[in-house]
């Protein structure tokens, strides 16, 4: 409950920062759903070192480890290598990547209003593009389209899933916390 402020405040001035300073999506609704995704994010990889500051005794050995723990979860995020070019046997570091999932939603946050705009997927010209305003998309299987390294789940989800991550991350950092308490005790 202590951290909860400092875990709220920092994500939230980041946010606020980032989210002017780089222009995205003017609107409330699209505002507060990023502040909540970051808000996640952040959160979450809490909970993921919490888990392995509480899983290794010696402070050297976690601090050499962490970036070994982390750097499968930002290859299969959708930076790097579109989802469906991710081989099966590997779809489990993808399925509990934080990065695939934040990364998710905060493109579907900024996208999925322009693409619903648009009535069709088309490579728009200079002359010719239904929002004058906005930078037109191409189709979602061009590999320039923001939106093309995504998996098909949408915003909500994505949402949905960082939460799970983050409720099971700090409930296991609990649970190794107790199991580690219990041993000393004795």
Sequence with gaps: ???FPFSVAIPTVFGLICYFCVGLRPTAEAFFVYLFTLILIYNS?????LIISASFSNKQLAVTLTPILIV???LF????VASANIPYWLK???YLSIIK???QALMHNQFDYYLAQQTAYYTCTADVCPLPDYPCLVDVTDPCNPLSQLSRQGLWSSIACLFAIYAVCYICS??????LSKDYSN
């Excluded at 990889?45 to 070192?49: A, L």
């Excluded at 609990?174 to 199991?179: C, E, F, N, V």
């Design 174 to 179: 609990w649970g190794i916390l107790i199991h």
């Design 92 to 94: 489990e570091f993808e």
């Design 77 to 80: 995020a959708g930076f790097f």
């Design 45 to 49: 990889f809490s909970g993921y070192s």
């Design 72 to 74: 499968p979860f930002m």
């Design 1 to 3: 409950m202590s951290e």
């Design 101 to 103: 999932y934040g990364y």
